[in-house]
């Protein structure tokens, strides 16, 4: 039952959860479901979102309808610190087919989120009268057939299309209608597809609805369909308006052949019902673009137009540490797609973030109008009367060819001491500790000034660089010292094993010494060490103590560890012990024919011994 | 008597001191390039500059700015790459490095690493860390043999402490050499080329293509035996192939 209860809760949760995440939506709509052939459709598209700027729809290419834009329109909210943006757009949409025709789904990606929307259904009917009427593009198609005859027999095109803008020179910024005029004297299969010119150093924008009737030309009637399209220039220098095409469907007036592979479209296209597809296009259409006189103000940011200005806070009264919402409204004839921000003045006794901006357009009378407004959001640093001063904006006028400036005025707030602790309002999330320093931008760092590698990494190659065989000379130190305590620790441990291996070499010293003690008539002292030196051979080879050394015990140990030694030798050994005794305790006695003498039985005796106890 | 601080501060200046293997005012003069625009002819001196000095991350760090400038992201990712295996505690060389990662959809330090560890992780160089090693174990073999020849005395006992201390770390230092095996920049390259690498199912141009690596990602070089062809591997996605040795230039 808990774990029922717990799952419950969890869904509850994610499904309070989801819409909270999706903030990015999309919708859109037309204003009615069935339009005759005729006629044409509003599509308003709804894109709203939770930042300062949503992004543009992205329409699908539509084959089965001619699509216009015709403006857009913001609005921005700022309630508690959160923004909400909506922006509609609207386009037309004359339809080129009848039937049933879609309006695949309009999608929006802002880099995260994508929202979609459904597909529209749209039903196409013949037009009639009224319609018919109105969008003399219709025309054609009730025209009699031998309005073409009329025309050839006159000499004129059955069908053009010409381009005419309504100045060739303009400032940067001013507005250029372009006239785009569509003239058939024939009935067309279906509405024409028509495909815009594109510009250079131009931007445009549709100036819809599509203006139709009928017109003479060289004594051949004309039905004409018009799309307006207003241009402003980026920058002076030269400017184009490139080829632009209309493609329609022409009923063919060939006979038709039964024996033809194609009979049955041949037949169609003669019926009116399908016609060979044509294409028309303009030529180029160059623009000289003059240079904005000098002489600009300093606030000039290259607005051109003819414009209004306004400031206003949302309310007159806040407290410090509050935000409050203070606009600039800019109304007027222009781009005011194009038109920046005006810069505020210096404002000590406000915080200032960031700006948000908000379109309205209109077209009417083919001009490009409306209002564009800047937000600012600005929090009081003190309390009392605070003044915004007046903000100034600065604009290039074409219709007087000079600048003019204007400027709003000064909004009065009066701030009240906020709340100790007062929760501030911050709008760029990535720096929420809040200075005044708003991170604009990014890029990568300068280039550096230092030259040559650190002390480590330069000393680290060249350690890396030694030669394998370098390392193995601490490893054999190590071996060697190692070697070196266990041989030393193994002879602490086994004296008597060093002794006995020592005795032969400690003996031979001694008789070398001592024969040249002999030499130097020193013949007591000589027999002295050979004495000493033959108990200690004895002594070292018995594995005992000199003192403790007798001679039954000497030849009695001799016997016990070394088996293999003989008689001779266990003789040569009591022999030499008993001279050596007799001369080392009678001194007199010891001549120096007698002490060399023992040293030569003691060189042999030890010879005897070496090989008797290796036995 | 000249003091031990002394001579071990005089070995890392002859250390430093073919770091002045070049002239300081050219690498002003190809900052002043930089500075006005010219990446072109600031690249080809930097290109000097690591000509001579290899081992010197700020050539490879400037060459990344103006490579990045002139728009060529594969060869900057591979640039500031190297430079960052040089000098891994740079926070210029990380910055940029990070920069020319993200502009390709990559990362330097992944989203779930803290970026504490990951600055441990990377505070050494590799380099640095194969030298730390060698002198430990210098250290651990010298004072061990020291230890035994002074075998039971109070030198001996010191001696050995600061072995078994040199060991402990020697261990602790190939840890983080085996770790550091597994960083994106350890046998890796980078696709230099604008379209990308073209990933093949085989070493050769009969081999069907399957995947491509777009310019500036940092690949995983699995074998580099063929004459012609890298065998990589691309860790995030999870595949292999073969590329060209001309698209792929390695770390």
Redesign the interface.
């Known amino acids: 039952m808990r774990t029922i209860s717990t799952l419950l809760l969890a869904m509850t949760l994610a499904v309070c959860a989801a819409p909270a995440r999706a903030a990015l939506s999309v919708s859109a709509e037309v204003d009615r479901n069935s339009v005759e052939i005729s006629g044409n459709l509003y599509l308003t598209v709804t894109v709203s979102g939770d930042s300062a700027s949503v992004p543009d729809p992205k329409l699908a290419n539509m084959q089965n309808f001619n699509v216009y834009s015709s403006g857009r329109s913001q609005s921005i909210s700022i309630i508690n610190g959160r923004i909400a943006t909506s922006v509609t757009f609207t386009y037309i949409l004359t339809p080129r087919f009848l039937g049933v025709q879609r309006i695949p789904p309009i999608t929006v990606f802002n880099g995260k989120e994508k929202a979609v929307t459904p597909e529209i259904q749209v039903t196409v009917t013949k037009g009639g009268q009224q319609g018919a009427a109105a969008q003399p593009t219709a025309q054609p198609q009730r025209s009699s057939h031998r309005q073409p005859t009329r025309a050839a027999a006159q000499g004129g095109p059955q069908i053009f299309v010409k381009a005419e803008p309504d100045r060739r020179s303009a400032y940067p910024g001013e507005q250029i209608n372009l006239s785009i005029k569509f003239y058939t004297s024939v009935p067309l299969s279906s509405n024409p597809q028509y495909l815009p010119p594109t510009f250079k150093n131009l931007i445009s924008e549709d100036l819809p609805p599509i203006r139709s009737g009928e017109t003479e030309i060289g004594g051949v009637r004309y039905a004409f369909s018009e799309i307006r399209t207003a241009l402003f220039a980026l920058a002076p220098g030269g400017a184009e308006i490139r080829p632009l095409s209309v493609i329609a469907q022409i009923p063919s007036n060939e006979p038709v052949d039964p024996f033809d592979p194609n009979f049955f479209q041949n037949l169609m296209a003669m019926s009116g019902a399908q016609g060979k597809s044509q294409e028309f296009t303009t030529d180029i259409i160059p623009l000289t673009i003059k240079p904005l006189p000098p002489g600009a103000p300093a606030d000039f940011g290259g607005a051109v137009g003819n414009y209004t200005i306004t400031a206003s806070a949302d309310r007159s009264e806040a407290r410090t540490g509050e935000a409050v919402n203070f606009s600039i409204a800019l109304n007027g004839t222009g781009n005011l797609k194009a038109v920046t921000a005006p810069k505020l003045p210096d404002l000590a006794d406000f915080k200032v973030f960031d700006t948000m901006s908000s379109l309205d357009i209109k077209k009417e009378r083919d001009i490009i109008s409306g209002k564009k407004t800047f937000t600012y959001i600005l929090v009081p640093r003190a309390e009392g009367r605070k003044t915004v001063p007046a903000v100034k904006f600065a604009f290039f006028d074409p219709a007087a060819a000079a600048y003019r400036e204007i400027r709003t005025e000064p909004v009065v707030l009066r701030v009240e001491k906020g709340a100790e602790g007062a929760k501030s309002v911050y709008f760029n999330q990535a720096a929420p500790g809040g200075g005044d320093v708003t991170p604009s931008g990014?890029?990568?760092?300068?280039?550096?000034?230092?030259?040559?590698?650190?002390?480590?990494?330069?000393?680290?190659?060249?350690?890396?660089a030694?030669p394998l065989w370098a390392?193995a000379i601490?490893?054999a130190?190590?071996t060697?010292?190692?070697w070196?305590?266990r041989f030393?620790?193994f002879k602490s441990a086994n004296p008597l094993l060093f002794r006995f291996r020592r005795a032969r070499a400690s003996a031979s010293r001694d008789i070398d010494e001592a024969e040249a003690l002999v030499k130097a008539g020193r013949n007591n002292e000589a027999v002295s060490l050979l004495y000493d030196s033959f108990m200690d051979y004895l002594s070292d080879k018995c594995g005992v103590k000199v003192s403790a050394l007798t001679m039954k015990k000497a030849g009695d140990l001799i016997k016990e560890r070394f088996p293999g030694v003989g008689d001779r030798a266990m003789e040569e050994i009591r022999e030499l012990w008993t001279a050596l005794e007799l001369r080392h305790f009678s001194p007199e006695a010891a001549g120096a024919e007698g002490t060399s003498d023992l040293a030569k039985k003691y060189a042999l005796l030890l010879e005897l011994l070496e090989k008797e106890l290796r036995k | 008597m000249i003091p031990a601080k002394k001579v071990l501060f005089l070995l890392?200046a002859a250390?430093?001191l073919?770091?002045?293997?070049?002239d300081?005012s050219e690498?002003?003069e190809f900052?002043d390039l930089?500075k006005t625009g010219r990446y072109e002819e600031?690249l080809e001196g930097y290109r000097n500059i690591i000509a001579a000095?290899p081992?010197?991350?700020?050539a490879y760090?400037?060459a990344g700015?103006?490579l990045?400038r002139l728009n060529r992201m594969g060869p900057a990712v591979l640039n500031y790459s190297r430079a960052f295996m040089?000098?891994p505690r740079s926070a210029?060389i990380r910055?940029?490095l990070d920069?020319?990662l993200r502009q390709t959809g990559q990362t330097l330090a992944p989203d779930n690493v803290p970026k504490a560890l990951h600055y441990i992780y990377y505070l050494l160089?590799e380099?640095?860390i194969?030298?730390?090693a060698?002198?430990l174990?210098?250290l651990?073999?010298?004072a061990?043999?020291?230890?035994?020849?002074f075998?039971g005395g109070g030198a001996g006992r010191a001696a050995g402490s600061v072995s078994l201390t040199a060991a402990g770390l020697l261990v602790l230092a190939l840890a983080w050499l085996g770790a550091r095996q597994t960083s994106p920049f350890t046998a890796a390259g980078v696709a230099v080329k604008p379209d990308g690498a073209r990933m093949l199912s085989g070493p050769g141009g009969n081999f069907k293509t399957y995947a491509s690596a777009p310019e500036g990602r940092l690949v995983r070089i699995l074998d580099a035996a063929d004459d012609n062809y890298y065998e990589i591997g691309l860790p995030r996605e999870g595949i292999k192939g073969w590329a060209l040795k001309t698209d792929i230039e390695r770390l």
């Open positions: 990014s890029d990568i760092r300068y280039v550096s000034e230092r030259s040559g590698a650190a002390a480590s990494p330069r000393l680290a190659a060249r350690v890396t030694l390392h601490p490893a130190l190590l060697l010292g190692f070196l305590a030393n620790r | 890392l250390a430093a073919p770091a002045a293997a070049y300081r690498l002003a900052n930089y600031a000095e081992a010197n991350p700020w760090y400037n700015n103006a990045f040089l000098d210029d910055a940029n920069y020319a160089a380099r640095e194969k030298a730390a060698i002198l174990f210098w651990a073999c010298l061990g043999a020291a230890s035994f020849l075998d």
